[in-house]
């Protein structure tokens, strides 16, 4: 009787030091920052690295041999259409041309007497006054006589063409290089290179861009006014903006199947001269979404396996005590709780992210702190909330 009662005792015990034992305290709110989900028109631009180009170039070369005579231009500057730039001993050439001109006059005076001849043979023949053979002789004098004068004419004109490439005039209106030869150097034809001519006004400006973004970019191009669907700047070396704005001049025929990228060129005035060939650049397009766009922090969205994921602030207020919320006896628990939801992130626009869906209008959206956060975290406001974003930027 006594072992029962002692074993009724140590039961009673621990029943009653169980009693007095209290369950582990909850884990406290994690203090965070929210921020409210509004729907606005974005601003934003991609910068792609660039190169400026000239939309023509031209490698003058000497088309005739001889010694440079004169050089008429300042290196560096902008030469005209036409501008005489070179000029190479001209003697041998004008020489040849005086004499293909003179041999052209003996060759036009030889067929005139040929046809006067022939004339007379061709009336007298109508008189039985001379034998047929010799007006047959006569005809044959006269063609060969036109034959030399075209062969003459022909020679004259190649003497004129040598004499005309002893002179190298600008093709187009642009900027000149350095001269490749200097006064009384012997050049020769189609060999020596003299200089380098390429237009500057306009100028082309060549980037790369993804495949992917291919069709958007020849919507653009098909756009008469781009307006402020899409407006190309260009960041210069000293990291100024181009005055000028752009405009798509051509899409390159193919993709690079090793890089996925294909070429874009834009058309730039350059009326100042400022912009020079290969110089690189930034090419900066600007995009405006007419719909409403939701855009956040960056810092918000959390990464987990490639996926993206926001916390969401969710109330989960209960009460307790009686039926009636207005019952002085009804007690209130407010809690907010971190739901996570998955998103698709879209543009990045400097440190905030597009959002292309998950979320909503009037959605509160975690800001910061989510580092110490899981689906479902107990969390508490550290701020009083605001607008997830200002609406602009990069």
Known sequence: ?????????????????????KPPAPNPPTPVNLATVRSQSVLYYDDYPATTQALSQVDLHAQVTGYVTAILFTEGTHVHKGQKLYTIDERLFKA???????????????????????????YLIQHNAVAKQTLDHAIIALQNAKN??????????????????????????GTIGFSQVKLGNLVTASTTLLNTVSTDNPMAVDFLVNEAQLNYYEQLQR??????????????????????TGKISVIDRAVDPQ????????????????????????????????????????RAVVEQMGEYFVYIAKDTTKQTGAADPASDSAAVQSKLRAIQVKVEEGQTIGSNVLIKSGLKDGDRIVVDGVQALHDGSPITTANRMGPATQGRGR
């Open 1 to 21: 009787m006594s072992r029962l009662a002692s074993i009724l005792v140590f039961i009673n015990s621990l029943a009653f030091f169980s009693c007095q034992q």
């Open 96 to 122: 040849a041309y005086d004499q293909a001109a003179a041999n052209l006059k003996v060759a036009q005076g030889n067929q005139e007497q040929a046809q006067q001849d022939a004339d007379r043979y061709q």
């Open 148 to 173: 030399q004068t075209a062969a003459a004419d022909e020679a004259l004109k190649t003497a004129a063409t040598n004499l005309a490439y002893s002179m190298i005039s600008a093709p187009f209106d």
């Open 223 to 244: 756009q008469k006014e781009h307006g402020l669907d899409s407006l190309f700047t260009i960041i210069l070396p000293d990291h100024s903006v181009y005055p000028f």
């Open 259 to 298: 890089t996925g990228t294909i070429r874009i060129r834009l058309e730039f005035p350059n009326p100042k001269l400022e912009l020079r060939a290969g110089m690189s650049c930034v090419v900066r397009v600007h995009n405006l979404e007419r719909t409403p766009q939701i855009v956040i922090p960056a």
